[in-house]
């Protein structure tokens, strides 16, 4: 079986642009979960999406959304962005719903400048 | 408000030393599930354990093992005999009560030189 796989791996952009992140979990996974990795926060939950609804929401400002598509790929966008965004964003998907194993994608490291 | 501590930021140790790793918790539910990652150099974090709060048996998968004690609300991850392949950053993590996000501890990034 595939693993989570993330698009693009590596991303530069600038100050005020906006950015859009992809996701694709393992086949048969219905819950995708992204984090932001900074190295002063560490790892942060973003959001949870299930069925094509966002189910879970982490404590960030409404410059990040996501959605889910009926194949379960999903999205992450970070509009307006600002220096601080500079991260590693992962994707995880899981088969349950959180009690169960999360798997990660390799990421896609952000730099904003 | 859940909260996973890990107090070492980096350990050191030559091959084949044996290494523990700590992790102390705090949740109030009664409902949880803890976890352990590892994350290569490469980036990706890699799933190595869950444990619901449960049960407390320990687990021992080759040169891994978990310590779980609710009393001390800790989940203690001990590797035997370390190898180069095993420097990474481990983290522990904590799923909130709806088990569908997970809180990281700061992780504890492990050095295994020859």
């Known amino acids: 079986k595939a693993g989570v796989t993330q698009t693009p791996r590596y991303l530069i952009k600038t100050r005020g642009q906006q950015v859009t992140l992809s996701c694709s979990p393992i086949?048969?996974?219905?819950?995708v979960s992204w984090y932001q990795q900074t190295p002063g926060q560490g790892l942060q939950f973003l959001f949870e999406y299930f069925s094509e609804t966002q189910r879970n929401k982490g404590n960030f400002p409404g410059r990040f959304s996501g959605r889910q598509f009926s194949n379960s790929r999903s999205e992450m966008n970070v509009s307006t962005l600002e220096l601080g965004d500079s991260a590693l964003y992962l994707c995880?998907?899981?088969?349950?719903?959180?009690?169960?194993?999360?798997?990660f994608g390799p990421g896609t490291r952000l730099t904003v400048t | 408000a859940q909260k996973v501590t890990q107090a070492q930021t980096e350990i050191s140790v030559v091959e084949k030393e044996d290494v523990t790793l700590d992790c102390v918790y705090e949740t109030r539910d009664t409902t949880y599930y803890l976890f352990w990652y590892k994350q290569p150099p490469s980036g990706e974090l890699v799933f190595l354990i869950r444990?619901?709060?449960?049960?407390?048996q320990n687990e021992i998968s080759g040169r891994y093992s978990w310590n779980f004690q609710k009393s001390t609300s800790s989940f203690n991850f001990t590797i035997t005999a370390s190898q180069v392949v095993d420097s990474a950053v481990y983290f522990c993590?904590?799923?909130?009560?709806?088990?569908?996000?997970?809180?990281f501890g700061k992780g504890t990034s492990l050095l295994v030189t020859p």
């Open positions: 995880a998907s899981s088969a349950d719903r959180g009690r169960g194993e999360q798997y």
């Open positions: 086949s048969g996974h219905r819950s």
């Open positions: 444990r619901n709060s449960f049960d407390e």
């Open positions: 993590a904590l799923s909130e009560p709806s088990g569908y996000a997970l809180n």
